[in-house]
């Protein structure tokens, strides 16, 4: 069984075309279990068995504020004003703003999944661990933590299994709508990466760039 279809999705969604597109559009092409819940107690009820639960809702509820940090589960925000309406203690990247772009909500939570799962791989000398964030240098054991940012990007690479990424999307996805965000912050993190898992950064054999994006050499 993939990690995908370890995921569990509640949709606590008051529009009812919304919560009819949402429903087919994930579980069609990721045979990923959605259920339709009345409120966020039933939700978190229904998820409750899940170590990859993921709760989709279209109106602020100060209840999410009161989901634990480590619980595992991902509250994303289907919203139609740019996050203008965000509960407390959400940020940017928690928000996919309509018009939905389907293929970057189902990026972000089979790459949840992924990461609740540790789906490791294997990246030059290094294995990957999602799940702790970390790379391991495979001869000498030598551990290397990533940051959040840092995860995400190699996740997101790793799942289009050697093609290019468009450095737009990585930035949607990664950084949502947040303010400020722009390709500079995005090189960055891609530096940093290279500081980290290549033999040489001048010279990089797995995190390639092209006129287009970045990818994975795997």
């Keep these: 069984m993939s990690a995908g279809n370890k995921i569990k999705v509640a949709a606590v969604l008051k529009d009812a075309t919304l ?24 939700a978190v009820a229904f998820l409750a068995d899940s170590k990859a639960a993921v709760v989709l809702f279209d109106s602020p509820s ?27 203690g959400f940020s940017a990247q928690d928000v996919f703003v309509q018009p939905l772009r389907l293929g970057l909500l189902l990026d972000r939570i089979v790459r949840h999944g992924a990461v609740r799962h540790g789906s490791g791989f294997s990246l030059g000398s290094y294995l990957v661990s999602p799940d702790t964030g970390t790379l391991t240098e495979e001869k000498s054991g ?57 033999d040489d950064p001048a010279k990089p ?14």
């Excluded at 100060?62 to 407390?88: C, Y």
């Excluded at 799942?159 to 996805?173: A, I, N, Q, S």
């Excluded at 006129?211 to 050499?217: C, F, T």
């Design 19 to 42: 919560r009819a597109v949402l429903c087919e559009g994930i579980a069609r092409p990721t045979g990923i279990k959605v259920q339709v819940c009345d409120s966020l107690p039933a």
């Design 62 to 88: 100060t209840e999410l504020s009161g989901v634990p940090e480590n619980s595992g589960l991902l509250a994303l925000m289907i919203s139609a004003k740019n996050g203008a309406d965000l509960p407390p």
């Design 142 to 198: 030598k551990v290397v933590t990533l940051t959040e940012k840092e995860r995400h990007i190699l996740l997101k690479l790793y799942e289009r299994r050697g093609k290019t990424v468009d450095r737009r999307e990585l930035l949607d996805d990664i950084w949502g709508y947040a303010e400020g965000i722009e390709t500079h912050t995005l090189e960055t993190h891609i530096y940093r990466l290279r500081q980290k898992i290549e």
């Design 205 to 218: 054999q797995w995190l390639l760039t092209d006129e287009e994006g970045y990818k994975l050499a795997l």
